[in-house]
């Protein structure tokens, strides 16, 4: 799996939006970018992933680079809860690829009130 | 649809002890993951199963620790002699069999080991 890049630490106020940025520069025409977060003292969490287009859900809004290079996490609303280590993935959906996840240190984020 | 349990959720052991961490999947999973975080580190992938096969072991020390994955029952991680750099958070993961998306995981609330 190819490798991404994050920043090691973010702040943000409660009830804003939060962006959080992964290149991936090396990115392959297979590999779909996944987002995982970590909340204290819990194991992690599956977010949202992508291939292309920009996908939403429950959680979150995944945005992706046209030339797939980058991509950001968008939480619409921080709230306390959402203060949490998150890690951008990269993983091959070619063949049903089953392997491990290859957790880089993610962006701790920081929600203040 | 239960998530995936992990039991027990903090486990003490002496050096020199054995530990054992169970891991059952979410219903419907076949594929099961450990993964160990020692303390203030990232999450290591140690290795991978499937019901009865260890398919990927390439992130497990080589020797003390085992897993494995029975046609029935839980998920066993096996750690013998215990030492004190064993003592860490250890996270178990499961997933369906799909195809095309590269998988998500879903994971437990982890085993806290601590060795003294």
């Known amino acids: 799996d190819a490798k991404t890049t994050q920043p090691n630490s973010m702040e943000s106020n409660e009830e804003e939006p939060v962006h959080l940025p992964c290149n991936h520069s090396?990115?392959?025409?297979?590999?779909?970018i996944h987002w995982y977060r970590q909340l204290p003292s819990q194991g992690p969490e599956y977010v949202i992933h992508?291939?292309?287009s920009n996908v939403n859900n429950r959680m979150a809004s995944l945005a992706i680079a046209e030339d797939r290079k980058s991509s950001t996490l968008i939480l619409h609303r921080a709230t306390l809860r959402d203060a949490a280590v998150y890690y951008c993935i990269l993983r091959d959906g070619y063949g049903g690829s089953q392997g491990n996840l290859i957790f880089g240190k993610g962006t701790k984020l920081s929600v203040k009130p | 649809n239960a998530g995936v349990m992990q039991n027990p959720r903090h486990l003490v052991r002496r050096r020199g002890q054995e530990a054992r961490l169970r891991c059952s999947p979410m219903k419907g999973h076949s594929h099961v993951y450990w993964y160990r975080q020692l303390p203030e580190e990232g999450l290591k992938f140690m290795v991978y199963l499937q019901k009865e096969n260890i398919i990927d072991e390439s992130g497990m020390p080589k020797e003390r620790f085992s897993a494995e994955f029975p046609k029935e029952g839980p998920s066993i991680l096996r750690i013998q002699q215990v030492v004190r750099g064993d003592s860490a958070a250890y996270f178990c993961?499961?997933?369906?069999?799909?195809?095309?998306?590269?998988?998500?995981?879903?994971f437990g609330p982890g085993t806290r080991l601590t060795v003294t």
């Open positions: 090396t990115i392959s025409g297979t590999d779909y």
């Open positions: 992508g291939l292309t």
């Open positions: 993961a499961s997933s369906p069999w799909t195809s095309g998306t590269g998988g998500e995981q879903y």
